[in-house]
């Protein structure tokens, strides 16, 4: 008798210690949140311009650090050096990065569509097509999702990397190349289609649909998930939060986002409406991830398989009722 009542005294303890470790897990705070973004990503734009991110964790003393990146592949590099916690970025730079050894969970979505990656070309271009693009000039920013379209136009059209001269440019360089004819052609996304249209440098042809999801993800670094798991659901509320207010006041959500990028209203409007906002994993986000891994082992750009079960992370959507 006195055996089994201290059975169930150490299996009630057990319990404590256990329940314990989780709260703590929990409860834990790091010292600062360190966020990489492009201009591109909306929901986070209007939510870090009103203030929600500040608000939600300065109340615990943690403070939140915000930089802007030009595309996704710069912001890969920075998690490499542990200089970044959270960062919005394309599936291509995520796969790359876990194929590289980068420790990252892709636990949202800032954005998708089919729409915002295309193929411009200079205003005047004799280029209707992308058969046309045979020996040309092709500016692509290597390692993005731009690249992944691009590959897959040629592939689509029977023509092949080789069969193009490529040139890799970060997004501001492919508008300056076309507007100086340094180009012939160039795939990018959205806002910077928009500028290029607004501007009068060039024009798109031929977008993603039917082809290429450019559906974003919400990467962390593993570690601080592991440390910090309930700073990812806070995180995540806040662009559920935000991903409400845009679909309700798109006008304001434009208007935020002008105003904090320095982009015309009329760009920021363009690019707005190509643009789908739903941060839930769905079926057709991991699909496209999918499709995105095998083109990049079928291509020779991975070193290695990646397994997207071990990039794309759902429990914390799940845990905040959003999945």
């Known amino acids: 008798m006195k055996r089994s009542i201290m059975t169930v005294i150490a299996v009630i303890v057990l319990i404590f210690v256990v329940v314990g470790v989780a709260s703590a897990a929990e409860s834990k705070k790091p010292e600062k949140i360190r966020f990489a973004y492009q201009t591109a990503h909306t929901l986070f734009v209007v939510a870090n311009e009103l203030g929600w991110f500040q608000e939600e964790f ?20 920075a998690f490499a050096g542990g200089r970044l916690d959270f960062g919005l970025v394309g599936d291509q730079p995520a796969l790359l990065a876990r194929a590289n050894g980068i420790d990252i969970k892709a636990v949202g979505v800032p954005l998708s569509g089919y729409k915002n990656l295309a193929l411009v070309v200079p205003a005047g271009s004799k280029i209707t097509g992308v058969s046309d693009l045979k020996g040309k000039r092709v500016g692509v920013t290597v390692g993005s999702v731009g690249q992944h379209l691009l590959y897959l136009f040629l592939k689509k059209n029977g023509l092949k990397p080789s069969d193009i001269k490529q040139f890799n440019l970060q997004p501001p360089d492919i508008k300056l190349a076309l507007s100086l004819n340094h180009i012939d052609a160039a795939v990018t996304w959205d806002p910077w289609i928009s500028i290029i249209e607004e501007e009068k440098i060039g024009r798109p042809i031929l977008d993603g649909s039917g082809l290429k999801n450019n559906a974003n993800v919400i ?19 806040i662009f559920l939060r935000a991903e409400e207010f845009v679909e309700n006041n798109p006008e304001k959500a434009i208007a935020i ?28 986000v991991v699909k496209s991830i999918e499709q995105t891994a095998l083109f990049l082992r079928e291509s020779n750009l991975l070193r290695k398989d990646v397994n997207v079960k071990d990039l794309v992370d759902t429990r914390y959507l799940k845990s905040i009722g959003a999945q």
Not at 219 to 230: L, R
Not at 259 to 283: H, M
Request: glycine share 4%; proline share 4%; charged share 35%.
């Open 58 to 77: 300065s109340k615990d003393g943690i403070a939140f650090e915000a930089k802007v990146f030009v595309a996704g592949p710069p912001i890969i590099e």
């Open 219 to 237: 990467i962390v670094a593993e570690q601080f998930a592991k440390d910090y798991p309930d700073v990812i659901k806070r995180v995540l509320k």
């Open 257 to 284: 986002s002008a105003k904090a990028t320095g982009y015309k209203r009329e760009v920021q409007a363009r690019a707005f409406r190509k643009f789908d906002y739903d941060i839930r994993l769905t079926d057709d």
